[in-house]
Nanobody, 117 residues
Framework: QVQLVESGGGLVQAGGSLRLSCAAS????????MGWYRQAPGKQRELAAV???????VYVDSVKGRFTISRDNAKKTVYLQMNSLKPEDTGVYYC???????????WGQGTQVTVSS
């Protein structure tokens, strides 16, 4: 069992930056692929970025060059550095932990990010 707690959301002007954190509890954190998903009002949840257990990263095209995902296995924490924020980045950001080999898939409660124009 893994519990995920996000923090770092808030209100920021366009062009600004935020850093999201997701603290995990439980075992085997280093073996999980960790992802950040986001859900804008009235839209489906979408993947923003993911980092594998080996440190490989994948980004959705709309955030490439602006967002950076990283992880600290010793602290059991994953981060999402968001720069050059745009109003269309507004939404609830969710942390996800996934381990396909054991069919584990966990979600955090989400943190609100609002970018004003």
């Amino acid at each position: 069992q893994v519990q995920l707690v996000e923090s770092g959301g808030g209100l920021v002007q366009a062009g600004g930056s935020l850093r999201l954190s997701c603290a995990a509890s439980g075992r085997l954190f280093s073996t999980y692929a960790m992802g950040w998903y986001r859900q804008a009002p009235g839209k489906q949840r979408e993947l923003a970025a993911v980092i594998t257990s080996g440190g490989s990263t994948v980004y959705v095209d709309s955030v490439k060059g602006r967002f950076t995902i990283s992880r600290d296995n010793a602290k059991k924490t994953v981060y999402l550095q968001m720069n050059s924020l745009k109003p269309e980045d507004t939404g609830v950001y969710y942390c996800n932990a996934r381990l396909d080999a054991r069919q584990y898939n966990y979600w955090g409660q989400g943190t609100q990010v609002t970018v004003s124009s």
